[in-house]
């Protein structure tokens, strides 16, 4: 611990330990909700658009007001990922947090307990809890621990550096989402914009017409 960090009690810091805690299952629990309700409303949306696109007819300039679903889609889905962005960067802090007051226990080094050793110890730190870090988020926390990073500027680089799967999945489904609205706007357009047909009783004239010329 730093000279300048402020000392607590081991009771207090299993007291904050709890609450980070909660916050990391609260946070993250917020963050899939959220995606779930944006993702569902979104589709939603996509499909009536789409069914309203597959009964309008060509030259049918009230079919412009079916673009209010592509338009829908992609403010919904920039909405929906700086929404799920913000409780997953609180799920992120407080997952930060967690690991330096756990350190701090010293939880985690076996040699502070006069436990016997897991059967099964964990292969990044030995203890008894598993502690499932890719490749990518372990190399950021040991580049983190060399260049004695700030735990904000740690939770920074796990959020903004897309290490999280969580949410390059959603900007991926956002995205695909945006895009096929994009496009269904541009057929909606074109199908409302196209000439109607003319009608076949006014293509050429009936035989009985064009025997009495």
């Given at each position: 611990?730093?000279?300048g960090a402020p000392q607590a009690s081991r009771d207090e810091l299993v007291h904050l330990y709890d609450i980070e805690r909660t916050a990391i299952k609260d946070e993250l629990s917020s963050a899939y909700q959220y995606l779930s309700f944006y993702v569902g409303l979104i589709g939603a949306i996509l499909a009536a658009s789409l069914a309203g696109f597959l009964r309008l007819d060509r030259g049918d300039w009230r079919g412009l007001a079916l673009l209010a679903g592509p338009l829908m889609t992609v403010v919904l889905?920039?909405?929906?990922?700086?929404?799920?962005?913000?409780?997953y960067r609180r799920f992120a802090e407080a997952w930060v947090s967690s690991e330096?007051?756990?350190?701090m226990l010293a939880w985690y080094e076996q040699e502070t307990?006069?436990?016997?050793?897991?059967?099964f110890p964990?292969?990044?730190?030995?203890g008894p809890l598993t502690r499932p870090l890719s490749p990518r988020?372990?190399?950021?926390?040991?580049r983190a621990?060399?260049?004695?990073?700030?735990?904000?500027?740690?939770?920074d680089a796990f959020v903004a550096g897309k290490l999280s799967p969580t949410l390059r999945y959603a900007r991926f489904t956002f995205a695909s989402y945006a895009a096929i609205g994009v496009a269904l706007a541009a057929l909606i357009i074109g199908r409302a914009l196209e000439s109607a047909p003319a009608p076949k009783n006014a293509t050429a004239p009936?035989?009985?017409a064009a025997a009495s010329l």
């Open positions: 611990m730093s000279a889905g920039a909405l929906g990922y700086r929404t799920v962005d913000v409780f330096n007051i756990a350190t307990w006069p436990l016997p050793a897991p059967p964990s292969g990044l730190q030995g988020i372990k190399g950021v926390f040991e621990k060399v260049e004695h990073w700030t735990a904000e500027r740690v939770a009936s035989a009985h």
